[in-house]
């Protein structure tokens, strides 16, 4: 058996992004203590996806043959693996390698599936949509573009007379899409609308007591701006205080402020109801299957490859003032317009309020360790 890595064997726009150091398991901080098995359902759970020839959402680098032979003998495991089995799969078909940026160093976040309270119907209560996939929102395959069209749109609009670049946020709150533009469901808060774009999944609790899942179905393919960041900027709070509770809390409390700043995010999401989703399961991620709470990574797509899996060396807050070591396995499993660089991730916390919590808290420098496949015979 072989080890399938040479810098020749990792994509052209990795390479100029960051250096691989071969590592062994022996210099990841606290690795047997990890709960490998955890890290085995859901490294297997991207295998059946891959296995399936399922189709990504937000499609990434394209799977090396090294990791769908890896995922072959996954699949011909025995389930469940115990953690010590989980560990020696992991052990014997890859090998780390630390992943070091050429500029700045690695990076993590964290993000949730957040629930707000909302209607089907529109009502005095609730008034602000989520807006369905519209029928001529064309996404431009990753790398590539259309005639007519900047480079780095990653959508357009489909007219008759060809493709033009599909409206930001503010033109399509002001109405651009007339009546292509088709709601989910409806909020009470535009924070809230705002909060589950930046998200990209929400379970919506009905007034009669049901719970309604939404999913990712698409974007305008406009840059994203990040709105915390813009009020760091403006003196309205520091970065070590921002939480999401004051996040939305400002939004609420500055209505008319709220509204300029959450148009200078020119990116728009679309939605559709998820009714396949069983209340346990996680949202869908960009790989197209559903996320596992603190198993799923989200990554810069235009680098990684979804499947892969990352040994995370950081902290993991609780408060402002408290944190836990981080020294986890992970699975490549989503990505975000936000997510870009070899060395930065998005940590998937779960879902609710408690989720939401610690999501916001997570900004922390983070040593990332990608496991690449052994050549499999």
Sequence with gaps: MTFALGMADISPALA???????????????????????????????????????AALRPAQTVAGGLAAVCRKALAEPSPLSGTQARLFFETHFRPFEI?????????????????????????????????????LVTIPQGETLPGLEAGLQAARKTAKGHEPYPD????????LGAKAKPVVFLREPGEAFIIHVQGSARIRLDDGSVMRVAYAGRNGRP??????????????????????????????HPVEARELMRRNQSYIFFREASELAPEEGPI???????????SLAVDRNLWSYGL??????????????????????????????????????????????AGTRAGLLRHATRFIVLRPQQVP
């Excluded at 398991?25 to 490294?43: G, I, K, R």
């Excluded at 070590?240 to 939004?251: A, D, I, Q, Y």
Aim: some cysteine; charged content about 25%; proline content about 8%.
């Design 16 to 54: 100029d992004k960051a250096e691989l150091k071969p590592l062994s398991f022996q210099d990841l901080t606290n690795w047997p203590a990890d709960d490998h098995a955890a890290a085995f359902q859901a490294f297997r759970r991207s295998c059946e996806a891959l296995a399936a020839k399922q």
């Design 100 to 136: 070091i940026p050429k500029t700045g160093s690695g990076f993590l976040t964290g993000y949730y599936e957040p629930e707000f309270k909302g209607s089907r119907e529109r009502t005095p209560l609730y008034t602000v949509p989520l807006l369905d996939r519209p029928d001529d």
């Design 169 to 176: 946020r503010a033109a399509i709150e002001e109405g651009a």
């Design 224 to 253: 994203y701006t990040s709105i915390g960041r813009l009020l760091v900027q403006r003196g309205e709070m520091t970065l070590e205080e921002m939480t999401l509770e004051k996040l939305m809390g400002w939004l609420r409390d």
């Design 285 to 295: 991620g960009g790989a197209g299957i559903p996320l596992t709470p603190g198993r």
């Design 309 to 354: 899996p990352f040994w995370l060396e950081g902290a993991l807050p609780f408060s402002l003032d408290e944190a836990e070591p981080l020294a986890r396995l992970m699975i490549a499993q989503d990505t975000g317009s936000a997510i870009l660089g070899p060395a930065r991730g998005d940590f998937f916390f779960g879902s609710g309020e408690e």
